[in-house]
């Protein structure tokens, strides 16, 4: 069964210093089928991160730079969320990611700048005792993005438990806002079955 999540996501990173950390960012982001990626400010070039990012992500997947959050332009419906560890950020385990979505990372030793916390649609954190690894932080987000929204069955109630098998798609009939249209209405009246509502 096809486990890709619904919708699309974004990684990007700010002011990130390490290429090291950059290309393991770049490369996890591949893997977790990231529709683009970008930087913000300051940043290692592609050609620093191949040591670590060995799928050269850049090759496959678009990647962005912007000189500054005020230059950031995303897609249209594309909801900025910047990952940080703030009190008034929201733990990512009770975070509903949007199905459009960039994720943007700060640098090693510092944090997001204001003016991207103030771009940012929603401020999520890990919930742990202290900052992750830029790459390790990356694929928490991506994993528990895909747990949210990928097709996956349920966990079993124990270990020993076989995992039931996920429901099949069914597609419903069609719901209407402001009632059923004439045409659709007249197949109904003549034995389509109904199923229009208002």
């Known amino acids: 069964m096809d486990h890709t999540p619904r919708g699309w996501f ?11 950390n950059a290309g393991a960012l770049l ?72 199905l459009q979505a960039a994720y943007v990372f700060g640098p090693e030793r510092g944090s997001l700048s204001p003016a991207m916390l103030a771009r940012c649609d929603w401020v999520v954190r890990i919930p742990t005792r202290f900052a992750l690894n830029l790459a390790v932080a990356g694929a928490i987000v991506m994993y528990d993005r895909l747990m949210a929204l990928g097709r ?5 109630v124990s270990p020993t438990a076989a995992p039931e098998p996920p429901p099949s798609h069914r597609h419903g009939r069609p719901r209407f806002r402001r009632g059923t249209p004439p045409l659709l209405a007249a197949d109904e009246g003549e034995g389509g079955g109904g199923g229009g509502v208002a």
């Open 10 to 20: 974004a990684i990007g990173m700010e002011g990130v210093s390490k290429p090291g």
């Open 27 to 98: 490369r996890t982001a591949h893997a977790f089928g990231a529709a683009f990626l970008f930087a913000v400010g300051d940043s290692p070039g592609v050609a620093a991160t191949r040591a670590t990012d060995t799928s050269d992500a850049t090759r496959h997947v678009p990647f962005y730079r912007w000189p500054d959050p005020g230059s950031l332009v995303l897609p249209r419906l594309c909801r900025l969320v910047g990952v940080e560890l703030t009190e008034e950020a929201i733990p990512l385990p009770s975070f509903h990611h949007p």
């Open 152 to 156: 996956f069955a349920p966990r079993p």
